[in-house]
């Protein structure tokens, strides 16, 4: 029986054995595809941040981060500048690269080869430079160094550096392209707006210019011979194209006011009926061919508004109602409030705006047509309004009535929750 005990005790070490190395491969391999899961879950988590990142810092911080944390070394990101390469972002936060980094981030970058830290260029660098590229084209270099002695990445770490440094790659690639077209139609806008300018500018200063020359000219020559009432109307020519060329150049200050962001309201409580009464006054001469009706609310409360702005903004509303609309037409003001917005519509019985252009009135120099041809003007005045309104808090959108031909403009401006009592005022 001894002899089978020996064989036995033998056959349950061997099987111990067995189970013991299948034991530890099992677990070895369920440890090994946590660790896989964990890094592919970082990976799309990494890939979800690229894609919400909308500016190129954004991007350059995720990536950093990413790659210190997921493959335990310190990171520096550069991007090109001028002909060399500069540090953009880092993790931990670095910016100061010693003479020899210098030269292998710029090596890898010119050559799209890795240099530095354990490469075959450039070796006594401190970091070791791999390029970020998309295609064959790079985009930058990411820098990685740590404190332990010999290769710094294993073939899985590579590994993973590449599938992190292809996204991060991608990702810049999508910024800057987006930076891209954003300046290249910024610069079709400009052209565009500049040219527009240029025609403006010899049309509507030409026009009155011309009468006033004309006219003035006249006067010279012929005063004695033309009668009381011939000189009159001729100064009254030079009155009023002096007054609308004053206009042309008071919209174009306005428009550079906003279009450079120095429009600073100086807003106070006001009542509103006070400052279309005062609108109505200065826009008398032109509005004078039309009737015009105020519906006021009388229990509108007072709105905190600059007064200068929005008398300009309804003086030109205004205008445009009077250059639109047939003469006896009326051009109705209306005013009221629902506790937490004030509604001002200026209504007129025009023809309308085409549906092609209700999108496109408060653009700069943009001119409606009237029948087959554009109204003088700079096309300006609205979009000046829409600034100025903005500017104040507001909103002014364009409509068409419903009731028959005509076009609304309402402004809607909030009603103030500090508003004083009335016998504070």
Request: overall charge neutral.
């Amino acid at each position: 029986s001894r002899p089978r005990e020996i064989v036995s005790v033998v056959f349950f070490t061997i099987v111990a054995i067995i189970v013991s190395n299948v034991a530890a491969q099992a677990r070895a391999q369920t440890v090994a595809a946590r660790a896989r899961a964990r890094t592919t879950e970082s990976l799309y988590s990494f890939s979800r941040k690229l894609a919400g990142a909308g500016v190129l810092e954004d991007v350059l911080w995720a990536t950093a981060y990413q790659m210190a944390s997921m493959l335990n070394v310190r990171v520096v990101i550069l991007l090109p500048d001028n002909g060399a390469v500069a540090v953009r972002a880092g993790y931990p936060p670095d910016d100061t690269l010693v003479d020899a980094d210098i030269a292998a981030a710029r090596w890898a970058w010119e050559h799209n080869r890795p240099a530095g830290r354990g490469a075959d260029t450039l070796p006594g660098a401190k970091r070791l430079y791999l390029p970020l590229i998309t295609g064959s084209t790079p985009v930058g270099v990411v820098g990685l160094d740590n404190d332990r002695k010999g290769p710094l990445l294993t073939p899985e770490q590579q590994r993973l550096f590449d599938a992190l440094a292809d996204q991060a790659a991608v990702a810049i690639e999508r910024i800057q392209l987006v930076a891209e077209l954003d300046s290249a139609r910024l610069a079709a806008e400009a052209d565009k707006l500049r040219s527009a300018l240029l025609t403006s500018i010899s049309h509507d200063l030409k026009t009155p210019l011309a009468s006033i020359l004309g006219a003035a000219g006249t006067l010279r020559d012929y005063a004695n011979a033309m009668s009381e009432a011939d000189r009159a109307d001729l100064l009254a020519t030079v009155i009023d194209e002096s007054e609308r060329l004053n206009r042309f150049i008071a919209n174009l200050l306005d428009m550079t006011r906003i279009e450079t962001g120095a429009m600073e309201p100086n807003a106070s409580l006001q009542y509103l009926d006070d400052i279309v009464g005062s609108a109505l006054r200065r826009a008398s001469k032109i509005t004078s061919r039309h009737r015009t009706v105020t519906e006021i609310s009388p229990n509108l409360p007072m709105l905190k508004l600059d007064p200068v702005l929005f008398e300009q903004v309804l003086f030109n509303l205004f205008d445009n109602a009077a250059k639109y609309a047939p003469p006896s037409t009326t051009i109705r003001i209306r005013a009221w409030d629902d506790g937490r917005w004030a509604t001002i519509q200026i209504i007129d019985e025009g023809p309308g705006i085409p549906p092609a252009d209700l999108e496109r009135v408060f653009d700069s120099f943009h001119r409606v047509r009237k029948g087959d041809h554009v109204l003088a003007g700079t096309g300006l005045g609205l979009s000046i309004c829409k600034g100025f309104i903005e500017a104040m808090g507001g909103t002014i959108t364009a409509s068409n009535r419903t009731d028959r031909s005509g076009a609304i403009f309402t402004i809607r401006m909030p009603v103030p929750t500090d508003r004083p009592k009335l016998e504070e005022l």
